[in-house]
C-alpha cells in the first residue's frame, strides 16, 4: 500500500465512521432538539415550577453521566453492537414517555430514561475495533465535528419544528431519529471481526487513579463541567427573555441562525492562532471572558432584542470556541494508554455539568429571578476563568516525541 492510500480511510473505515458519526450526532441532535423551546412550552404544564423545568432539561444528564463509562466497560465483554442498540432503545423509550407525557413529572421520567440510553463510550470504542491507529484521530475528529454541528442544527430547528408539531412532536421525532440509528448500526455500520480494549479510545478501570490524580485534566473536566452547567441553565431563561423582549417563539429561529453562522465563521481566527500560533492559554482564557461578557450582558440588557441578539453572538463565539478546544487540549494532556480513560471523566463531566445546571438554574429562576439565571451563571464563568489561569500549555507532539525520544 503506498503511502497515499494509507493516509486515507478505506471503505470499511468511511462506512464505520460516518455510519457512528450519523448514530451519535442524530442522537444528540434529539437531546438538544427542545433546548431552545422547552421553558416556553413547560410553563403550561400542569404542577410545572421552574424547579421542575430544569430538572426535565438537565436530568438526561444525570443518567448519561452514571452509565456512559459503565455501558462502554460492557461492551467490552458482550460486544459494541448489543450495547448500542439497547442504549436507542432506551432512548426511544424515553422519547415516546416524553412525547405522550400530560404533566412535567412524567416528561422528567422520559428524559431521564433518554440519558440512559447512554452510547458515546460504545460508539467510540466501536469505532476504534473498526479503524486502523493511523486512522482512529481523523474518524474520531469526524464524530466529534458532527455533534457540534448537530447541536448547532438543534437550535436552529428546534424553534422552527415546535411551530409545526409542538414540543411532543419533537419527542416523537427524537424516537423517529433513535429507531434510524439503529438500521444504520446494523445495515451500514460494518461488524468488527473481534472487539479490543483500545486505552487511547475507551476507558480503562486501571487508569482511573492516574486521570484523577491529573490537576490539568481536572481542571479541564472542571471547564467542561462549567460550560455545559452554564449552557444548560442559560436555556431555562433565555427563551423567556426573547419573548418578553418581543420575539415571538416562532421567530426564534430567524435569531440563532445567524448568530450562530456568523459566530462559527468568528471562531476560525482564533482556533488557528491557539493552534498554529501557540496562543492556546490566550485564547482560552479570552473565550471564557467572552462567555463573562456575553452573560453579564445578557442581565443588563434583557428588554433590548438588538443587545440581546449581540450577547448570543458574542456568547457563542466563546461556546464554539471552547467546545472546539477543550476536547483537544485533554487529548494533548493526556498519554495515549490513558486519553481513552480520560475523555471518559471527561464526557462525564461535561453531562454532569448539564444535570447541574438544569437543576441549579431552575432553583435560581424560582428564588429570584429568570434573569437572576444569567448571574449565576456568571459567577461560574468567574470561578473558572480564575482556575483556568494556572493551566499549563500543552506540549506540542513533536516537540514531546523529540523529548520522548
Do not use: C
Not at 424553534?159 to 414540543?167: A, D, K, Q
Not at 450582558?297 to 464554539?320: D, E, P, R, V, Y
Amino acid at each position: 500500500m503506498n503511502n497515499k492510500e494509507s493516509a486515507a480511510l478505506n471503505k470499511r473505515e468511511r462506512r464505520a465512521t460516518y455510519g457512528l458519526a450519523g448514530i451519535y450526532g442524530s442522537r444528540m441532535l434529539g437531546l438538544f432538539l427542545i433546548l431552545p423551546v422547552f421553558a416556553l412550552y413547560a410553563e403550561h404544564l400542569p404542577s410545572a415550577t421552574p424547579v421542575l423545568i430544569g430538572m426535565a432539561i438537565g436530568i438526561y444528564g444525570l443518567t448519561q453521566a452514571l452509565l456512559q463509562i459503565p455501558f462502554g466497560l460492557l461492551s467490552d465483554k458482550i460486544g459494541r453492537k448489543p450495547v448500542i442498540v439497547g442504549g436507542l432503545l432506551l432512548f426511544t423509550l424515553g422519547s415516546i414517555i416524553a412525547a405522550s407525557a400530560q404533566d412535567i413529572h412524567m416528561i422528567i421520567v422520559g428524559r431521564a430514561i433518554q440519558g440512559s440510553g447512554a452510547i458515546a463510550a460504545a460508539v467510540m470504542a466501536l469505532l476504534a475495533d473498526l479503524t486502523r491507529d493511523e486512522q482512529r484521530t481523523k474518524s474520531m475528529a469526524v464524530v466529534g465535528v458532527t455533534i457540534g454541528f448537530s447541536f448547532t442544527v438543534a437550535l436552529i430547528a428546534g424553534p422552527l419544528f415546535n411551530t409545526w408539531v409542538g414540543v411532543p412532536g419533537l419527542f416523537w421525532i427524537t424516537a423517529a431519529l433513535a429507531i434510524a440509528g439503529i438500521l444504520i448500526l446494523l445495515l451500514v455500520v460494518p461488524t468488527p471481526e473481534k472487539s479490543s480494549v483500545h486505552g487511547e479510545a475507551e476507558a480503562v478501570p486501571g487508569m482511573f487513579g492516574k486521570v484523577l490524580r491529573d490537576t490539568q485534566l481536572l481542571r479541564l473536566d472542571m471547564g467542561i463541567f462549567t460550560l455545559h452547567l452554564v449552557l444548560t441553565s442559560l436555556f431555562l431563561a433565555l427563551p423567556l427573555v426573547l419573548r418578553d423582549a418581543g420575539l415571538p417563539v416562532e421567530k426564534h429561529t430567524w435569531l440563532y441562525l445567524p448568530v450562530m453562522l456568523l459566530s462559527m465563521g468568528l471562531m476560525v481566527p482564533f482556533v488557528i492562532m491557539a493552534e498554529k500560533k501557540g496562543r492556546m492559554k490566550q485564547v482560552f482564557i479570552g473565550a471564557i471572558g467572552l462567555l463573562g461578557v456575553a452573560l453579564a450582558g445578557f442581565w443588563l440588557l434583557a428588554t433590548s432584542l438588538w443587545g440581546l441578539g449581540l450577547m448570543l453572538l458574542i456568547f457563542f463565539t466563546g461556546f464554539n470556541l471552547l467546545e472546539a478546544t477543550l476536547p483537544s487540549l485533554v487529548s494533548k494532556m493526556a498519554p495515549g494508554s490513558m486519553r481513552g480513560t480520560a475523555m471518559g471523566v471527561y464526557s462525564t463531566s461535561q453531562f454532569s455539568g448539564a444535570f447541574f445546571g438544569g437543576l441549579l438554574g431552575g432553583w435560581v429562576h424560582h428564588q429570584f429571578s429568570q434573569t437572576s439565571v444569567f448571574l449565576m451563571a456568571l459567577a461560574f464563568i468567574i470561578l473558572w476563568g480564575l482556575l483556568a489561569a494556572g493551566m499549563k500549555v500543552p506540549v506540542k507532539a513533536d516537540a514531546k516525541n523529540a523529548d520522548e525520544g
